[in-house]
């Protein structure tokens, strides 16, 4: 396969068995061996569907010439960060930098309230931490992007992938894209037929500012927490009731203003949790998921019970339109 121009080659096949992405799979490590030879590719490693499968493509490819950078900007749900470590150094021996800039975004985003404000300073953010971490390496030629074929046809062609466009004019790396013919099912195979794990190839949708705008308002560290470990149960309860793949999106949010609730016979001032469950095709509509009430029951118990600072569990039932999917 040529992986050169912006078109999806006409005869290309849809990818959608083991065999297929086996196929697949040559080829791209026979044309990424052509293209970099003994060079070095950069990667930024969110842990996503897409930057991991061109990770485990490239590490099969080029092993420890591969230098994936995982930025840890404190936005990340629970356990994500952990696991990127684990799949990639642990288990596939990658050359993974690991860059703990929790402190250095929450610092930067203390106070800012705009929605809008909020999403400039985590982007602009990671490209100067992804910026600083590439200016420290020797022999760096090629950045690895994991552009998909939505990517190019939403973009016509010339946007740069969100992560990582807006670096440097001298920082300036030949690209190598490997899944940018390739539509979101056909990643998701690959990554399969690469071996990486079901929780990060079937993953639901997570946007690029992370939690960072599920945590309404100022961000505040103690509500973060509260976002991070009420998704936590959310996802894990889901999980355990058949519901993991197939609620398109599911969440929780935290509001920047408490109510009173009753602590151990007291008067208590805490935060509410909102959970919120859709499904869509295209996330330009969506309908609420109608979740079993005695499920809501149980996971608005466990909230109650184990995330700190929270006395109050709400239920979104709105559809977009006319409301967003997130709240910000
Ligand atoms: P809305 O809230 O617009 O969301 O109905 C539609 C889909 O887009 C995701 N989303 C984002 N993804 N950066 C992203 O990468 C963002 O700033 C962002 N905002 C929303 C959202 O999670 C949903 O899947």
């Known amino acids: 396969m040529d992986f050169k121009g912006n078109v999806r080659p006409a005869d290309m096949e849809r990818i959608s068995t083991a065999e297929g992405a086996q196929a697949f799979i040559n080829e791209a490590v026979d044309a990424v061996r052509k293209q970099v030879g ?4 950069l990667l930024a490693l969110s842990g996503g569907v897409d930057s991991s499968v061109v990770a ?3 590490i099969k ?6 230098v994936c950078v995982h930025v840890n900007h404190g936005l990340l749900r629970k356990g994500e960060p952990e696991q990127v470590v684990k799949v990639f150094r642990d288990e596939m021996d990658a050359n993974l930098i690991y860059v703990d800039a929790v402190d250095r975004f929450l610092d930067k985003l203390a106070g800012v309230a705009e929605p809008e404000q909020k999403r400039k300073i985590i982007g602009a953010e990671f490209i100067r931490v992804f910026e600083e971490e590439a200016r420290k390496l020797d022999g760096i030629g090629f950045l690895a992007q994991g552009t998909i074929y939505p990517d190019i046809l939403e973009s016509d062609g010339v946007k740069a992938h969100h992560n990582v466009g807006g670096l440097p004019e001298d920082l300036k790396f030949e690209l190598v894209e490997l899944l940018k013919f390739l539509f979101k099912d056909e990643v998701r195979v690959v990554g399969k037929a690469l071996g990486l794990p079901d929780s990060m190839v079937y993953r639901q949708p997570f946007p690029g500012p992370g939690l960072g705008v599920r945590c309404l308002g100022a961000i505040t560290r103690d509500r973060l927490e509260c976002v991070r470990e009420s998704d936590a149960i959310l996802r894990e309860e889901f999980a355990k009731n058949g519901l993991e793949g197939k609620v398109w999106q599911y969440f929780t949010v935290v509001p920047d203003f408490r109510s009173t609730g009753i602590r151990d016979g007291k008067r ?5 949790v909102i959970i919120r469950a859709v499904n869509t095709k295209d996330a330009m509509t969506a309908t609420v998921e109608n979740v079993p009430f005695e499920l809501l029951q149980h996971i608005t118990n466990r909230i ?7 006395n109050r569990v709400c239920y979104d039932m709105s559809p977009k339109p006319c409301s967003t999917i997130e709240w910000e």
């Open 38 to 41: 003994d060079g070095k590719v």
């Open 56 to 58: 485990a493509l490239l």
């Open 61 to 66: 490819a080029i092993g420890k010439n591969l």
């Open 268 to 272: 208590c001032f805490e935060y509410p």
């Open 304 to 310: 109650l019970n184990e995330v700190k600072g929270v």
